[in-house]
């Protein structure tokens, strides 16, 4: 489980970081609110159900990642 959680992080993480990436080539700002979708569509759940699915995660842990 612990590697399927870190590689759902990294995912996360590399959606993020792709997304930072395209905002700074955009000027316009309704181009930039599309932009960012990705990343709170797809890099913020990917990241809460890794760190949800990590060993050291309790269920408290898990409700206050989804919170």
């Given at each position: 489980?612990?590697?399927?959680?870190?590689?759902?992080?990294?995912?996360?993480?590399?959606?993020?970081?792709?997304?930072?990436?395209?905002?700074?080539l955009?000027?316009?700002?309704?181009?930039?609110?599309?932009?960012?979708?990705?990343g709170?569509?797809?890099?913020?759940?990917?990241?809460?159900?890794?760190?949800?699915?990590?060993?050291?995660?309790?269920?408290?842990?898990?409700?206050?990642?989804?919170?």
């Amino acid at each position: 489980m612990g590697v399927v959680s870190a590689v759902l992080v990294w995912a996360g993480v590399a959606v993020a970081a792709g997304t930072a990436l395209r905002l700074l080539l955009v000027r316009d700002t309704m181009t930039r609110l599309h932009y960012i979708a990705p990343g709170t569509a797809l890099a913020a759940p990917l990241v809460i159900t890794g760190l949800a699915l990590a060993t050291w995660s309790s269920w408290h842990d898990v409700v206050k990642l989804a919170a």
